[in-house]
């Protein structure tokens, strides 16, 4: 709970929920006023719900801002979300988001608001040039369109703005865009789109089959008893496959990208890894998340230096023995290189301690080591592999 001096009201201490509302509007306007660029939103297709929906400041200057109309909730739409960019910002910080990215954006935006998973286009993908008017102006604009989803981006020689629109349930040929006078329904609409997106979040949490209102959680080692060696399986399977999955993208140019619905499973699969190694190894919480850490770090390390790893006999094979090697510290055929990984492991933390300034030549000489402890450990995996 929030208080200020002299709120007025009948408690003068105390912060309303209205209070909060009107200051956090004031903040937006305050933030926005800092522009030096025109902020556009569509005036056509006439559009319900007004909202400002992201700003963004770089070193302190006004950069983006996104503002939307329709319903952000349904799949049909109709939703339009037009994101104004300082051109000069825009050119300083490299190529951006391709439109396929921003069509991808919108599935994870109606995924993570309405809990709707749209597993890929709903029709044939076209790629266009087309006519979006701007304060009047006919101007090209680019175009593709998967389905009933649509992104177009475009820049109006005036204005020295970047204007990108997604489209939900609208037709991209009826959009027409201009630059917005008064900001304020979208200041005040970004707070009602805020308050129910939380009403719906509550809803969800306090629905069937999940805690809500005087329904307290399953204590989690209840849950837990039961995983063994499961944990850190699970760990291990979901870190290296969204190693590979993000090395994927940046060979093939593509923002890495989180599957839907697997926001947050990183956290609760370590947690729970961790909890199974205090049992299993009795070390406490911080000496089983360093052997955890140290454990999942070599086996992303492996999945990015072999090809054999982890999806064959042999890389199923290492990731049992690891998990063995760092749950009982079992003597398995792989041990030689669990034990150079985890003496290079802690020697890298201990000598990358923020207290220790090494000079630019004790550098070179760190990093030589490292990539030679780095090549020795690797030629091990090699021969445990080979001997197979």
Known sequence: MRYREGSGGDDPGFESPEDMWRQAIRADLDTLSRGRFPVYAPTAPLLPAPALTEWQLTNGTLTKVVLCHGDPFAV????????????EACASAGPGYGLAELVEDERDRLFTHAGIDESGPAGP?????????????????TLRREGPLWAARTRPEAGGVVLTVTGRGVDPDRVALRAVDDLAPYAHGRQELLSALLLRRRRREGGAGSPGVGRPAEPRDSAEQTLGLTAHRRLIEFCVTGTLRTESALREHRVPRTPRGETGRHGELWENAVRQQMKLAGEDHDEANEAVTAMVNQMTTLASAVDWFPDSPAGRAAMEESIRFTAFESEVSSAAAQRAWRADWFRYHLDSRPDRSPSPEEG?????????????????????????
């Open 125 to 141: 993908v076209v790629e266009a040039e087309i006519l979006i008017p701007v304060d009047g102006v006919p101007v090209a604009a």
């Open 364 to 388: 070179r000489l760190w990093v030589q080591l490292r990539l030679q402890s780095r090549d020795s450990w690797l030629s091990l995996w090699h021969a445990w592999h080979s001997g197979r």
């Open 76 to 87: 049909e739409g109709p939703w339009l979300l037009v994101v104004t960019e300082d051109a």
